[in-house]
């Protein structure tokens, strides 16, 4: 019944700014870490920023500055605030979060569809 749903992808040119956000619905109990990882093509996923229930967060290093994770734990929405956009952040982003479920309580990892960004020279 849980569901993540991406949203924000599209077109901009480099140098410009783009949001994204994933919402979980359903049946959750509580979201854990909420994540956002990228894949461009012919390349291997790597993860973009996580940031902990507790509001830690950790950046690759390359878009740290650039980019903000934030959380709304009432929306159950993880957001991704790119700015100063490159080239080389075109890619598909997905969401992540690891959480329980009611009522079993069990930990587990959920993923978006995936969302695309492309970004422009």
């Known amino acids: 019944q849980v569901q993540l749903v991406e949203s924000g992808g599209g077109l901009v040119q480099a140098g410009g700014s783009l949001s994204l956000s994933c919402a979980a619905s359903g049946n959750t109990f509580s979201i854990n870490a909420m994540t956002w990882y990228r894949q461009a093509p012919g390349k291997e996923r790597e993860l973009v920023a996580t940031?902990?229930?507790?509001?830690?967060?950790v950046y690759v290093d390359s878009v740290k500055g650039r980019f903000t994770i934030s959380r709304d734990n009432a929306k159950r929405t993880v957001y991704l605030q790119m700015s100063s956009l490159k080239p080389e952040d075109t890619a598909v982003y997905y969401c992540?979060?690891?959480?329980?479920?009611?009522?079993?309580?069990?930990?587990?990892?959920?993923w978006g569809q995936g969302t695309q960004v492309t970004v422009s020279s």
């Open positions: 940031i902990s229930s507790g509001g830690n967060i």
């Open positions: 992540k979060m690891a959480m329980t479920t009611w009522p079993s309580r069990v930990l587990s990892d959920y």
